[in-house]
């Protein structure tokens, strides 16, 4: 009996259409289909598509509401006869040959001048925009992000937007030129600040800067301050960044070491930091460099520099160690293999080959997990900071293999105290 309705309903459709052209356009048009015409032929096995014909050339006269397009689905639709629908409702708007499916994934455009910046997605690189300043992201799940556009020199271009699905975002961003520190000269010494008569050693300031400087950095960053140094003693502490030394503007660790040349023990210098949340300027005293004996009573040649205090070693208790390999922001396809080790307030990394060296300290992290969508298929995790780093690693066995991160999260779990 219901095969036959559905012929019936096809015949008519198939009548009426050839029944109009030969009386004119005075004869009255076909009836428009019903929503129930619509699901009686999916039901009835007539392929999606000759059902789209059918109402192209007859009409419809329902709105495609989201309960609607679940019922012409549950009844075999596919997307686009539901895409065809809600073109032919009443009231709906000419569709155009670019329209894209309302179900379909979201797309984000991304344009940034100057080109080649590089591109965060909720803190999570997803590569750099081309030498035109243009790069497309169409695996990103629907709702809010946080966009991040970084590049060496400029000021970071941070944005919270919403994607939705079946549409096309477009985010254009202008990076500005990171402008130079603005540091005053240095205030004349009172009286009773005179700095003592200098002793011949070589003065000391106490930092460590970071081996691999994160992108856009505006100064130097730093992985902390030696204990007992007058850096530590002025607040200095991990992921600052050093802006400037005695009004000379620094940007690498180089940049500082000459600012410091021929400086000794007893000195004042005028270092301007950025602290994460405001800019210092304060001055220092150089202390003599640990390990300098003093100098003899009678004239001798000057010294040569102190080689650079190391860090102590940490101790092996409490410390658990783990093979991974630290990502370079290329998806997998540039990295480097090394040990990272947990414990006493501290997560570090050293790099088999030397190339990366971190030291990131427990309390200056703000989220550690898995990947969500970067590297996920290698099992990635992640380490976020405070101060707006981001890091991902993989587990990897002896032979380099990706293994699963569970363990390393938990350690790094205890170690927090969670």
């Known amino acids: 009996m219901r095969n036959f309705k559905i012929l019936a309903?096809?015949?008519?459709?198939?009548?009426?259409?050839?029944?109009?052209?030969?009386?004119?356009?005075?004869?009255?048009?076909?009836?428009?289909?019903?929503?129930?015409?619509?699901?009686?032929?999916?039901?009835?096995?007539?392929?999606?598509?000759?059902?789209?014909?059918?109402?192209?050339?007859?009409?419809?006269?329902?709105?495609?509401?989201?309960?609607?397009?679940?019922?012409?689905?549950?009844?075999?639709?596919?997307?686009?006869?539901?895409?065809?629908?809600?073109?032919?409702?009443?009231?709906?708007?000419?569709?155009?040959?670019?329209?894209?499916?309302?179900?379909?994934?979201?797309?984000?455009?991304?344009?940034?001048?100057?080109?080649?910046?590089?591109v965060y997605i909720d803190d999570e690189p997803m590569g750099s925009t081309s030498q035109q300043g243009r790069l497309k992201l169409t695996r990103l799940a629907a709702g809010d992000h946080s966009v991040r556009i970084s590049l060496a020199g400029y000021q970071d271009h941070e944005e919270t937007i919403t994607l939705e699905g079946g549409k096309v975002t477009t985010l254009a961003a202008t990076l500005q030129q990171a402008a130079a520190a603005q540091v005053s000269a240095p205030p004349p010494l009172q009286p009773e600040q005179t700095p003592p008569v200098s002793t011949g050693q070589v003065?000391?300031?106490?930092?460590?800067?970071?081996?691999?400087?994160?992108?856009?950095?505006?100064?130097?960053?730093?992985?902390?301050?030696?204990?007992?140094?007058?850096?530590?003693?002025?607040?200095?502490?991990?992921?600052?960044?050093?802006?400037?030394?005695?009004?000379?503007?620094?940007?690498?660790?180089?940049?500082?070491?000459?600012?410091?040349?021929?400086?000794?023990?007893?000195?004042?210098?005028?270092v301007t930091w950025y602290n994460g949340s405001r800019n210092v300027t304060q001055q220092i005293r150089l202390i003599a460099a640990p390990g300098q004996n003093p100098p003899p009573a009678e004239p001798a040649a000057p010294a040569e520099p102190a080689a650079p205090p190391t860090l102590s070693p940490m101790p092996h208790n409490g410390i658990v160690t783990f093979r991974v390999a630290h990502d370079h922001g290329k998806s997998g396809q540039d990295y480097c293999v090394g040990v990272m080790s947990v414990g006493n307030g501290m997560i570090s990394y050293r790099a088999d080959n030397g190339v990366h060296t971190f030291d990131i300290p427990l309390n200056s992290i703000r989220q550690v997990g898995r990947n969500a969508v970067y590297l996920v298929g290698y099992g990635a995790f992640h380490i976020r900071t405070k101060r707006g780093s981001n890091f991902n690693f993989a587990v990897v066995n002896e032979q380099n293999q990706p293994q699963p991160p569970d363990a390393i999260l938990t350690a790094i779990d205890n170690a927090m105290g969670r």
């Not at 198939?14 to 015409?37: C, T, W, Y």
């Not at 609607?68 to 040959?97: F, H, M, N, Q, Y």
């Open 203 to 270: 003065g000391y300031l106490g930092i460590a800067p970071m081996d691999q400087q994160p992108a856009g950095a505006r100064g130097v960053v730093i992985s902390g301050a030696y204990p007992g140094s007058p850096a530590e003693q002025a607040g200095l502490k991990a992921y600052d960044t050093i802006l400037a030394v005695n009004g000379r503007r620094v940007t690498t660790p180089p940049d500082i070491h000459d600012a410091l040349l021929g400086r000794q023990a007893g000195d004042a210098v005028q």
């Open 9 to 118: 309903l096809l015949l008519a459709l198939l009548a009426a259409s050839a029944f109009l052209p030969s009386r004119g356009k005075a004869q009255k048009a076909a009836k428009r289909l019903a929503k129930q015409d619509v699901i009686d032929l999916l039901t009835g096995d007539v392929p999606s598509g000759q059902v789209a014909e059918e109402a192209k050339k007859s009409g419809i006269s329902f709105q495609v509401t989201a309960s609607v397009a679940k019922e012409i689905r549950d009844a075999g639709g596919t997307e686009d006869l539901i895409s065809v629908l809600r073109a032919l409702a009443p009231g709906a708007a000419a569709s155009t040959s670019h329209s894209v499916p309302a179900t379909s994934p979201p797309v984000l455009m991304i344009e940034s001048n100057p080109g080649q910046s590089q």
